[in-house]
């Protein structure tokens, strides 16, 4: 079990990789990816991208979160939100709004630590979303998803270190 061996007793990618090594990672990191893809592929070939959508993008990320079996204390979602996104497939532009956001402040504004890059990523990934327009459920789903991650970084703060943004040209 990689949670009676890390700090914060969280199941995610990132634990099960530093933990548990390349293969519990990487597998991990493929199932929370499927845990969020399957439902919203499948529902959205079946359904189309009706209102229903929202809670089927959300619920595995808030499974994921907060899981009863480990008392509601489960991994960030960040995996299982990118696996929703990439659910929306063909429409890529989400998944890439996610992912190009998170690599802006990552590498080009280099924000630390970690829990304002997360609060910055998710942010402003969904004004991004919103101006694209994918509609209605797509962005009500993003909103969804997104709220659960930041209200999951947010309850698991801890520490209190100043945000510093540097940016990748100035050393």
């Known amino acids: 079990d990689v949670t009676a061996d890390t700090p914060d007793k969280n199941p995610g990618t990132y634990n099960a ?8 990672g990487a597998l991990t990191l493929i199932f929370d990816l499927l ?3 399957l439902p919203v592929f499948l529902f959205i070939r079946l359904s ?12 595995p ?7 009863i079996w480990h008392k509601f204390n489960g991994g960030k979602g960040i995996a299982v939100s990118f696996g929703a996104l990439l659910g ?8 890439l709004i996610l992912a190009l956001t998170y ?5 080009v504004f ?14 402003c990934a969904l004004g991004a979303i919103i101006l694209i327009r994918p509609g209605y459920a797509v962005v009500l789903g ?30």
């Open 61 to 67: 990320v808030i499974g994921h979160i907060f899981p």
């Open 142 to 171: 993003c909103a969804a998803v997104f709220s659960a991650v930041l209200l999951k970084i947010i309850s698991v703060r801890d520490t209190y270190d100043k945000m510093t943004i540097r940016s990748a040209w100035r050393r």
């Open 110 to 123: 280099k924000v630390n630590p970690h829990f304002y890059r997360l609060i910055l990523t998710y942010s």
């Open 35 to 37: 845990k969020g893809f």
């Open 48 to 59: 189309g991208k009706s209102l229903g959508l929202i809670p089927v993008m959300a619920a």
């Open 17 to 24: 990789y530093t933990y548990g090594g390349f293969w519990c």
């Open 88 to 95: 929306l497939a063909p429409d890529f532009r989400p998944v």
């Open 103 to 107: 690599l802006l402040f990552t590498f």
